[in-house]
Every structure is written in C-alpha cells, then in structure tokens.
C-alpha cells in the first residue's frame, strides 16, 4: 500500500516534507473523535508520514495539520463544507486538485474545487496520488 507515494519519497526526499509518523493508538482515537470509517490504506499513509507537503504546492492533508503552512485538515474540511462542499466527502489533498474520500463507499475522488463535483475515482491513495499530483509534477522534477 501506498508504494508510489513512499518510494517517491524516498527518491526525492527534498519534494516531501512529512509532518511525522503518527502513533497508531492516537490515530485511531482522531478517528473515532470525527466518527470517521477510513480506506486502511489512509490510515496507513498517515501512520508512516503524518500527512505533508509535496512538491512544494502540494498538501497531503493529515491529523496533525502542518503549523508551518497553516493546513489544518479539520479547519480545511469546515472551510470546504461551508463552501458547498457535500458531507459524504472529507478532504485529503489540496493545492492544484482537491482529493478527497467519499465516506459512503470509501472511494477516493477527485473533486472540482467550485462545484464539488466528481470528476474521477480511484480505490486507493496511491492512484489518485498518481493520476493527480504525479502526473503534474513528476517531470518538472525528473521523476
């Protein structure tokens, strides 16, 4: 799980700064305080990285949030739902496209960030990672 997005990572350290491992106990209390039933591969990611930034514009929301950015992911997702946002999608990624899970399957989507409309799925993290963020930058960063 999650291999594109960590072996990445691991090329190109400099492209993915982490907001650190998180423990597994108190990650399963953040998500039962939201009611929230995740893809495991989430939670997985977020437990390896805590969420980040990636090539310098992209945010990978995560529970912790990133002080140094201002991403916060529950201040994001208020944010988003009072612009329309539907509440059978929580956000998970930000910058040039917005990714979320749509929690009444556990699908991943790519969201239009006016409308909310879907604009593709994808059933794991790795893909819409991917068909997404990777697709728009890997090259600019010979990857």
């Known amino acids: 799980m999650n291999e594109i997005i960590l072996n990445d990572a ?11 491992a998180l ?17 495991e591969d989430m939670v997985e990611f977020w437990k390896a990285t805590g969420g980040g930034n990636v090539f310098e514009s992209e945010e990978l929301l995560g529970p912790t ?14 944010w988003l739902k009072d612009a329309g946002m539907p509440d059978d999608y929580i956000a998970i990624s930000s910058g040039s496209f917005l990714g ?6 556990k ?3 790519l969201l239009d960030s006016i409308e909310f409309d879907v604009l593709a799925e994808y059933d794991t993290l790795d893909e819409l990672y991917q068909e997404t963020i990777r697709a728009e930058f890997a090259s600019q960063y010979d990857m």
């Open 23 to 39: 423990d597994a106990e108190y990650l399963q209390e953040w998500i039962e305080d939201r009611n929230l039933e995740l893809p």
């Open 65 to 78: 949030g990133a002080p140094e950015y201002g991403v916060d992911f529950d201040a994001t997702n208020e």
């Open 100 to 105: 979320a899970i749509r929690l009444s399957d």
């Open 107 to 109: 699908k991943y989507v």
């Open 10 to 20: 691991k090329l190109r350290p400099d492209l993915f700064l982490w907001n650190g």
